[in-house]
């Protein structure tokens, strides 16, 4: 089993930065791919960003040039850079792993979410 917390969310004015940190636990051999959803009121949950071994990273439309994804392999955890805040990412963000145990058994997992609010 694999466990993913979540931390960094809050509330912060139009223009500004948050770090969203996701770190992974348990029984862990490989992490495929790592991910952040998010989840805004009365919408349905969407990708925002994504960093796959050997494929690079991709982004939303929306985010591009403004949101960064970065994995620190050596402690299990990815990070979500947010610049330049607009009050339409308000939203809850779901952290997201692909992870193969030892057993080259492979299965998702999702964090509990974190609240970002952007207003003024």
């Known amino acids: 089993q694999v466990r993913l917390a979540e931390s960094g969310g809050g509330l912060v004015q139009p223009g500004g930065s948050l770090r969203l940190s996701c770190a992974a636990s348990?029984?862990?051999?490989?992490?495929?791919?790592w991910a952040w959803y998010r989840q805004a009121p009365g919408k349905s949950r969407e990708l925002v960003a994504d960093?796959?071994?050997?494929?690079?990273?991709n982004y939303a439309d929306s985010v591009k040039g403004r949101f960064t994804i970065s994995r620190d392999i050596s402690w299990n955890t990815v990070y979500l850079q947010m610049n330049s805040l607009k009050p339409e990412d308000t939203a809850v963000y779901y952290c997201?792993?692909?992870?193969?145990?030892?057993?080259?058994?492979?299965?998702?997992?999702w964090g509990r979410g974190t609240q970002v609010t952007v207003s003024s």
């Open positions: 997201y792993a692909d992870v193969s145990n030892r057993r080259e058994d492979t299965r998702a997992y």
């Open positions: 348990g029984e862990i051999f490989r992490i495929n791919a």
């Open positions: 960093s796959r071994n050997g494929a690079g990273s």
